[in-house]
């Protein structure tokens, strides 16, 4: 059991939205990050950067570095460590507050601050004025991490690949695709409507769940089964930060006990980053043991918490999250408002949600839980906050929890790039145009003999009916993949 005096708490939260139109005038993610940290010192009572011994940062998507670690380390003179970029994913802002956590509770560390920033906003305008059109900047970034077979079948960004897991997980819980549209409605509308109430929130407006469905051109359709309205919306300027300390030093500072919210110990694990090397589409271990290890660590019980935060870039994550842990049916999944009303500020939007959890806790309840999903449902990490101290010996140890993560896993499939022959679909989706026309589809399948292989499904319209109208599951139907000389086959329905 760690001491008291050396428990790690938050002290200061700090948000910045960015709104302003004229390119040359918006605030690039340097100075987002700044502004930032000055608002968390603020709210901490203006006194905790004067002796600060590390600042971490999340790692930028959407612009390059240049010089950011050397303007804040100038605004901050009294830092005792050189600023670091941390690489990662969604779940970063979890793992550098969970290592400025421990680092406090080992007592190498009085005061940590952690911030993270993007101007994805202001980067699309400047890539439009030069190109003079809209380019996909997600997909340029990602293209050249992808292998060759996901650039051949149109899976590289989040966008094409979600749904994989969203279609895979609906026939595996038996969902008719009713109501599994139905159900992320309903979360989409209960995240909206905790936005509404956000003031840090990037579009503060309720949407009922009939808004969510009915797609059109304010709610385009984008890859099979998801429009614009139930995805990330990465096209903001904003930051966050927060102030860590320990609770000896915070007492020093003259903090006030009700502004004080402890750290509790925290879980991580991950998937293999490619998502065809995955045993299954249609459940995360990582996931899994992260939530169950997390709250086993805190020694609380999901029906405990009293504020959630589930990582909501698309429906398939907060959807998989519940089915693991039994959240009260009372708590919205979101104390910020999720990606798409919040904002998605690409890596840093776990930043944000736990500056949110934090003043939820200062307001009401006592036990809130934080986690963090990074890549294609590829890295997790989950925190436990709470208004009273949780002191244990997993504060001040590893949270990589991996192989109890591994211990979950089946036998992962070989790939066959070059399969042709038939086979049953394992799961699919249907990408398509700004117009809302469907472009083709997608299907990860399995052959006889249990490996996996990708086709392709031309955008005809019984095709696209079987595969996009709910009245059959195409999931786990027979079919033939059929060489086309294009370097990929297409999937004709048997």
């Given amino acids: 059991m760690i001491n008291l005096d050396r428990a790690p708490v938050i002290v200061g939260t700090g948000q910045v939205n960015d709104r302003e139109e004229e390119v040359s005038k918006a605030l690039d993610a340097g100075q987002l990050m700044q502004a930032a940290i000055a608002c968390a010192d603020r709210d901490a009572g203006g006194r905790t950067l004067k002796a600060a011994d590390t600042l971490e940062l999340v790692r930028l998507f959407s612009a390059p570095m ?9 605004a901050l003179p009294g830092l005792k460590s050189k600023p670091a970029f941390v690489h990662g994913h969604g779940n970063t802002p979890m793992l550098i507050l969970n290592r400025a956590a421990q680092r406090i509770a080992s007592g190498s560390a009085e005061t940590c601050i952690v911030a993270g920033a993007e101007a994805y906003r202001t980067e699309k305008r400047l890539a439009t004025l030069a190109a003079g059109d809209r380019p996909d900047m997600m997909k340029k970034n990602l293209e050249g991490v992808a292998n060759e077979i996901r650039r ?3 899976l590289v960004t989040p966008i094409e690949i979600y749904p994989l897991f969203e279609n895979a997980m609906r026939a595996a819980w038996g969902q008719t695709l009713a109501q599994a549209q139905a159900e992320s409605a309903q979360i989409w509308a209960d995240l909206s ?3 509404a109430r956000n003031p840090h929130a990037w579009i503060q407006r309720a949407y009922s769940p009939r808004e969510i469905l009915e797609t059109g051109p304010g709610n385009r359709k984008l890859c099979f089964p998801y429009s614009t309205l139930m995805v990330a919306n990465n096209s903001v ?6 102030i860590i300390c320990s609770y000896a030093r915070a007492r020093r500072l003259g903090i006030p006990e009700e502004r004080m919210v402890f750290i509790g110990a925290g879980a991580a694990a991950t998937e293999p980053q490619d998502v065809l090397a995955r045993d299954t589409l249609t459940f995360s271990p990582s996931l899994q043991a992260t939530l169950t290890t997390a709250l086993e660590r805190n020694a609380l ?7 959630v935060e589930l990582y909501s870039c698309f429906p398939c994550v907060p959807k998989h999250a519940r089915r693991v842990a039994s959240f009260r049916a009372d708590v919205p999944p979101t104390v910020s408002g999720g990606l798409t009303f919040a904002g998605g500020p690409i890596r840093n939007y776990m930043m944000h949600a736990a500056a949110a959890m934090v003043e939820k806790l200062r307001q009401s309840g006592t036990h809130g839980l934080l986690f963090g999903n990074g890549g294609y449902l590829s890295e997790a990490h989950a925190l436990v906050l709470s208004r009273t101290p949780i002191l244990n ?3 001040e140890r590893d949270f990589d929890i991996q192989r109890q993560a591994d211990a979950l896993r089946g036998e992962v499939p070989h790939l066959d790039p070059d399969y042709v022959g038939p086979g049953q679909i394992e799961s699919y989706t249907v990408a398509h145009d700004r117009s809302g026309n469907p472009q083709f589809g997608t299907i990860v399948g399995r052959t006889p003999g249990g490996a996996r292989f990708l086709s392709r499904a031309e955008a005809d319209p019984a095709m696209m009916d079987f595969l996009m109208s709910g009245k059959t599951e195409p999931v786990g139907t027979s079919g033939v993949a059929q060489a086309t000389g294009r370097g990929y086959s297409t999937w004709h329905v048997q």
């Fill in 66 to 74: 240049d010089g950011i670690v050397d303007r804040l380390a100038a």
């Fill in 152 to 154: 051949l079948h149109g």
């Fill in 193 to 195: 409507a905790v936005a």
């Fill in 237 to 242: 300027n904003q930051g966050a930060a927060l």
């Fill in 301 to 307: 019980a999901a029906e405990q918490m009293d504020h």
């Fill in 393 to 395: 010996q997993w504060q």
